[in-house]
């Protein structure tokens, strides 16, 4: 039996959640080792998330402003023809520059990468089973970060060929002719625009009423629209029973509407928290359908085990992991940590964006909050018109006694750049009346965040 790493505190997981907080962990002066499974560290959103459908969005938004909106601004040019492989060869290298980037930071931090995959076997082992064999780490803290892995629907199963998960519509190795998406999430809608705008038939299949549950109905109305004019084919209260693969091709069957055939279905209806396997419920930790249960203080009861990002629930996004990460590190070091869920931004990266941060109205008006609201619409804005991206608008939330700042909502141009300043003044406790007053500089697209903060106390200066 090989011996014991003695380490003072290890992650179970590479992903946004758990490298941040191996690095913050380093930086407090731990010995940190953080095991990981995958041939490369960065997690779900470094290596088939955030990343690589950041790096696709970016390029079919290129193709598209090409395309459609040279004309615009004077300029002709030959319709643009789009080489996949090269488009994919592109997001593999971003994508490996940043988890070679992980890596690096790692090194620099004195930082153990154990490849291999962990189980937790006492509130202080972790064994890892790797190529060469399995090790047990010791440490006196642990922090699980597995995170999270795509729904399976029991009637649409994978094939990873033509029945595809978000993993599967990031490397589809053509434009395809039709491309058939179960759900009008996030990724439903950022993965359904790079193949919209590349050329291919996009049918997106909702359960719900709305595309974006959850979402502000207002922003969520208006992005309909233009989705809608965009060429996605959305069908909401849709409901899907089940796909054939008939050869290349897929026939979906759908509740009381004829048969859709599809080069790709990609079903995106959800993640779910990744746990089974690891030791966790045998090791002591409570887990509920799968999802870690911690405390405020992200401890799991057991020892001084804690866990953070997807695999606790809550928002499955890499800046909610990775503040996580470093309140649980904080935490275990005898320091405060927190994570303000409030002032947690939510962006969609369609194009126009979607941003928001806080209460949406409906949220609002249910908690019985007294409010007003302020709106501006991107047409009234200068920079938007220069940039002829004029569709959508930024609406803001405000306490009707305080005047504090209780949601901001977002549909337009660069609102996932935007968005930031809502976010930070939500962190400081601002007020509409505070952004109103700060002096934003012309012309920029922050003007809409300023005038639609004007817009609460019904000062708007440009309307
Ligand atoms: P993960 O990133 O899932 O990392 C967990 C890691 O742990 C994995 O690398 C896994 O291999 C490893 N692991 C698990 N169990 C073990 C084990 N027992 N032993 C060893 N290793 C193990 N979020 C955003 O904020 N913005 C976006 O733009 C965005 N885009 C996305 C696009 C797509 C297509 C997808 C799928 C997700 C996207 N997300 C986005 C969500 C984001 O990727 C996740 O919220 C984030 O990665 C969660 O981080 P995590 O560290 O909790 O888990
Ligand atoms: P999602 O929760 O965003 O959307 C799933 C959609 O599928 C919902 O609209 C839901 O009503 C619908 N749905 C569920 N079951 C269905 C069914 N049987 N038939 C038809 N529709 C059905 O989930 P997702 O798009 O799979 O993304 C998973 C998670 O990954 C997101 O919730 C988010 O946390 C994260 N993510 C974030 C980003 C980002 O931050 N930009 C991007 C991608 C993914």
Not at 101 to 126: C, H, Q, Y
Not at 381 to 410: C, F, P, Q, W
């Given at each position: 039996?090989?011996e014991?790493?003695?380490?003072?505190?290890?992650?179970?997981?590479?992903?946004?959640?758990?490298?941040?907080?191996?690095?913050?962990?380093?930086q407090?002066?731990?010995k940190?080792?953080?095991?990981?499974?995958q041939?490369?560290?960065?997690?779900?959103?470094?290596?088939?998330?955030?990343?690589?459908?950041?790096?696709?969005?970016?390029?079919?938004?290129?193709?598209?402003?090409?395309?459609?909106?040279?004309?615009?601004?004077?300029?002709?040019?030959?319709?643009?023809?789009?080489?996949?492989?090269?488009?994919?060869?592109?997001k593999?290298?971003?994508?490996?520059?940043?988890?070679?980037?992980?890596?690096?930071?790692?090194?620099?931090?004195?930082?153990?990468?154990?490849?291999?995959?962990?189980?937790?076997?006492?509130?202080?082992?972790?064994?890892?089973?790797?190529?060469?064999?399995?090790?047990?780490?010791r440490?006196?803290?642990?922090?699980?970060a597995?995170?999270?892995?795509?729904?399976?629907?029991?009637?649409?199963?994978?094939?990873?060929?033509?029945?595809?998960?978000?993993?599967?519509?990031l490397?589809?190795?053509?434009?395809?002719?039709?491309?058939?998406?179960?759900?009008?999430?996030?990724?439903?809608?950022?993965?359904?625009?790079?193949?919209?705008?590349?050329?291919?038939?996009?049918?997106?299949?909702?359960?719900?009423?709305?595309?974006?549950?959850?979402?502000?109905?207002?922003?969520?109305?208006?992005?309909?629209?233009?989705?809608?004019?965009?060429?996605?084919?959305?069908?909401?209260?849709?409901?899907?029973?089940?796909?054939?693969?008939?050869?290349?091709?897929?026939?979906?069957?759908v509740e009381?509407?004829?048969?859709i055939?599809?080069?790709?279905?990609?079903?995106?209806?959800?993640?779910?928290?990744?746990?089974?396997?690891?030791?966790?419920?045998?090791?002591?930790?409570?887990?509920?359908?799968?999802?870690?249960?911690?405390?405020?203080?992200?401890?799991?009861?057991?020892g001084?085990?804690?866990?953070?990002?997807?695999?606790i629930g809550?928002?499955?996004?890499?800046?909610?992991?990775?503040?996580?990460?470093?309140?649980?590190?904080e935490?275990a070091a005898?320091?405060l940590?927190?994570?303000?869920?409030d002032?947690?931004?939510?962006?969609?990266y369609?194009?126009?964006?979607i941003?928001?941060?806080?209460?949406?109205?409906?949220?609002?008006?249910?908690?019985g909050?007294?409010?007003?609201?302020?709106?501006?619409?991107?047409?009234?804005?200068?920079?938007?018109?220069?940039?002829a991206?004029?569709?959508?608008?930024?609406k803001?939330?405000?306490?009707?006694?305080?005047?504090?700042?209780?949601?901001?909502?977002?549909?337009?141009?660069?609102?996932?750049?935007?968005?930031?300043?809502?976010?930070?003044?939500?962190?400081?406790?601002?007020?509409?009346e505070?952004?109103?007053?700060?002096?934003?500089?012309?012309?920029?697209?922050?003007e809409?965040?300023?005038?639609?903060?004007?817009?609460?106390?019904?000062?708007?200066?440009?309307?």
């Amino acid at each position: 039996m090989a011996e014991e790493q003695q380490y003072d505190l290890v992650v179970l997981g590479g992903g946004p959640g758990g490298y941040v907080a191996a690095i913050r962990a380093a930086q407090l002066g731990f010995k940190t080792a953080c095991v990981e499974k995958q041939n490369a560290l960065g997690g779900t959103c470094v290596r088939i998330g955030c990343i690589p459908s950041k790096a696709l969005l970016d390029s079919s938004e290129l193709f598209e402003q090409i395309r459609d909106k040279s004309a615009v601004h004077g300029i002709s040019v030959p319709p643009p023809t789009v080489d996949v492989a090269k488009m994919h060869a592109r997001k593999d290298g971003v994508v490996k520059a940043n988890t070679d980037g992980v890596a690096f930071l790692f090194r620099k931090n004195k930082i153990d990468w154990v490849r291999g995959f962990g189980r937790l076997t006492s509130p202080e082992t972790i064994e890892v089973q790797g190529e060469d064999g399995t090790r047990t780490l010791r440490a006196k803290t642990i922090i699980l970060a597995p995170g999270s892995v795509p729904v399976e629907l029991p009637f649409l199963r994978y094939d990873h060929e033509r029945i595809i998960d978000s993993t599967g519509a990031l490397t589809i190795p053509e434009v395809p002719g039709h491309l058939v998406v179960v759900g009008g999430g996030v990724i439903g809608l950022e993965l359904g625009s790079v193949w919209l705008r590349l050329g291919a038939k996009v049918t997106v299949l909702e359960m719900a009423p709305t595309i974006l549950p959850g979402m502000d109905g207002e922003i969520v109305r208006q992005a309909d629209r233009i989705f809608r004019r965009q060429g996605f084919d959305i069908r909401t209260e849709t409901r899907v029973t089940g796909a054939e693969r008939q050869g290349d091709r897929v026939v979906v069957s759908v509740e009381g509407q004829d048969p859709i055939e599809a080069d790709y279905l990609l079903v995106s209806v959800g993640r779910r928290a990744y746990t089974e396997g690891m030791g966790l419920e045998e090791a002591g930790v409570r887990l509920d359908r799968g999802v870690i249960q911690v405390d405020q203080n992200f401890h799991t009861g057991v020892g001084s085990v804690y866990a953070i990002g997807d695999a606790i629930g809550g928002r499955m996004l890499a800046h909610k992991a990775e503040e996580e990460g470093v309140a649980a590190v904080e935490i275990a070091a005898g320091h405060l940590g927190d994570v303000n869920y409030d002032a947690v931004a939510n962006v969609v990266y369609t194009w126009p964006e979607i941003a928001s941060v806080g209460l949406t109205e409906e949220e609002a008006k249910a908690a019985g909050r007294e409010y007003r609201v302020g709106k501006f619409p991107f047409q009234a804005n200068g920079r938007a018109r220069a940039a002829a991206e004029t569709d959508g608008l930024v609406k803001v939330l405000a306490d009707a006694h305080t005047d504090r700042l209780i949601g901001v909502h977002m549909l337009g141009p660069r609102c996932s750049d935007l968005i930031a300043e809502a976010a930070f003044a939500m962190e400081m406790h601002a007020s509409a009346e505070d952004i109103a007053r700060s002096v934003h500089a012309h012309p920029t697209f922050p003007e809409a965040l300023k005038e639609a903060a004007l817009a609460v106390d019904g000062r708007t200066i440009h309307l």
